[in-house]
């Protein structure tokens, strides 16, 4: 056994702890690890503790027992992930699975008669590789780096412990956008939204994907808080909900992106610009209407106006929605359903009420490298948005690999940092005009 656990110079000392009910695992992994005197070691012998030490103090590796009897570890990675949502870990730890390999043959009767090899099934400690390898994946996926090493290897194992001591942490999500939530007073929203000090609106440009030409593009709010700085939607929108602003809010952005859309229009650029709604915002009385007299009077047609539908408020009745959209539609706004696989909700809108186009979810897209299930989901929204005749444009495009994949799959138009990030109102006006 001559793999030795490196660990950079950087740090002298690294946290690692090793989460197992079973003493004697703790034993073996300890064991296993005393080459390398750089690891302060903790054993801690079940979940609700280990989640109280990652509050307090950042640990660097996890080691975690898998084993079909206790399953503490395999919720590890979302445990993680719920307090890293919650701003409450100081560093996201990297986790390591171990277990006992088991292998069968696998025997299917039909082909063995035929003659034909069969492949090994692998289980560690009772529980599927394959699913754990996926589980993995996912956690991944999320932020958090999990890696599995089997007991019987401790060479890999080492060679695993080695590779993630010189792996960067992620950084936690910032505590700033938590606390952002508590110092914010709701006098200080009801006021930009009333006066529209400190909110601005950006627009991200959306593309021909064979081309690479602008076909349109999403208006995005931002406010800059005069003490606390930039504020993302992210915070700033379900307190606008939850103050029942988001008409106010509404009226701003719309009021922002019919000036932008008659500054393009008299440059002779006839594009169309996306407003984000909730099911809420569309549900208000006589919007439609409203929204059209607006465009009218600016002497623009309603076409040049997305509304895209957002799931952050659900309708207090589809009922409502559905004619909200019915009417839009009816004066010329195309909707969009926006964030599409991200929710089961918007399956099951997109299966109810009649939508112009569907975007994407972000989160789709850039799954779309690492999973070959993405491709084929997406492969099926293609076929969806063809089924019902829609607009398709794909969100979140963040690399040219996923560019080209995407137009491979039938994917025409789309938007995302690898295209261009959202811009300010002048940029975007100078860019397209040029
Ligand atoms: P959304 O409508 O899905 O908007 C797309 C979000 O993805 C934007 O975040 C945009 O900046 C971000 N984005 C664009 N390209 C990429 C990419 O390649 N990678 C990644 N990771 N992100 C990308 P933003 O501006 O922070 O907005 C977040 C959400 O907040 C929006 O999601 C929308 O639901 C909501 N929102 C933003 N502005 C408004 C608004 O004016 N009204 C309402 N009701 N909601 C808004
Ligand atoms: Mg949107
Ligand atoms: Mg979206």
């Known amino acids: 056994m001559a793999a030795q656990v490196i660990v950079p110079s950087e740090r002298a000392l690294q946290s690692l702890v090793i989460l197992a009910s079973d003493e004697q695992y703790a034993h073996r992994v300890a064991t296993q690890l005393n080459g390398s005197p750089l690891f302060h070691i903790e054993h801690i012998d079940s979940l609700s503790e280990l989640m109280t030490r990652l509050r307090k103090q950042p640990v660097d590796i996890i080691v975690a027992q898998v084993h079909a009897d206790h399953v503490d570890s395999l919720m590890l990675p979302c445990c993680v992930s719920d307090l890293n949502a919650s701003g409450l870990l100081c560093s996201i730890p990297h986790i390591v699975w171990t277990a ?27 529980v599927s590789k394959a699913a754990l390898a996926s589980h993995a994946r996912l956690a991944r996926a999320s932020g958090i780096r999990v890696e599995i090493a089997v ?15 010189h792996t960067a942490h992620p950084s936690p999500r910032s505590p700033h956008e938590e606390k952002l939530e508590q110092l914010l007073n709701d006098d200080e929203v009801v006021a930009a939204l009333a006066t529209g000090e400190g909110l601005r609106v950006v627009y991200q440009p959306q593309y021909d994907l064979a081309t690479r030409t602008i076909v349109g593009a999403e208006a995005l709010i931002r406010w ?35 000036d932008t859309l008659g500054k393009l229009s008299r440059a002779g650029i006839e594009i169309p610009i996306a407003i984000n709604a909730s099911a809420r915002t569309l549900c208000a009385y006589g919007l439609a209407t409203r929204l059209a007299q607006k465009m009218h009077r600016a002497g623009l047609p309603c076409k040049r106006l997305k509304i ?13 929605l559905s004619a909200s959209i019915t009417a839009l539609r009816a004066k010329g706004f195309p909707v969009s359903l926006d964030d599409f696989g991200a929710g089961a909700a ?16 972000g989160a789709l897209v850039r799954a779309v ?14 076929g969806l948005a063809q089924l ?14 996923t560019i080209e994949l995407l137009s491979k799959l039938g ?5 995302g940092f690898a295209l261009a990030r959202p811009m300010e109102s002048d940029v975007f006006l100078s860019m397209i005009t040029a």
């Open 411 to 415: 994917c025409n138009t789309g938007q």
């Open 308 to 320: 895209e539908l957002t799931e952050d408020l659900a309708p207090d009745s589809e009922l409502a």
């Open 388 to 401: 019902f005749n829609i607009n398709l444009i794909t969100e979140g495009i963040e690399d040219t690999e």
């Open 151 to 165: 007991e019987q290897q401790p060479e890999q194992f080492l060679a695993v412990i080695s590779q993630l001591a």
């Open 100 to 126: 006992q390999q088991q292998s069968e043959l696998a025997l299917t009767p039909g082909l063995l008669t035929a003659g034909v090899e069969q492949g090994w099934t692998h289980t560690l400690n009772g």
């Open 224 to 258: 800059h808080h005069p003490r606390h700085g930039d504020v993302p939607p992210s915070v700033l929108i379900p307190i606008i909900n939850q103050l029942g602003l988001d008409l106010l809010l509404f009226s701003f952005i719309e009021k922002t992106v019919i």
């Open 346 to 361: 918007t399956l099951s809108l997109l299966s109810r009420m009649p939508f112009d186009e569907m975007k994407i979810d």
């Open 369 to 382: 490298g690492q999973f070959a299930q993405s491709s084929e989901i997406i492969s099926g929204i293609v």
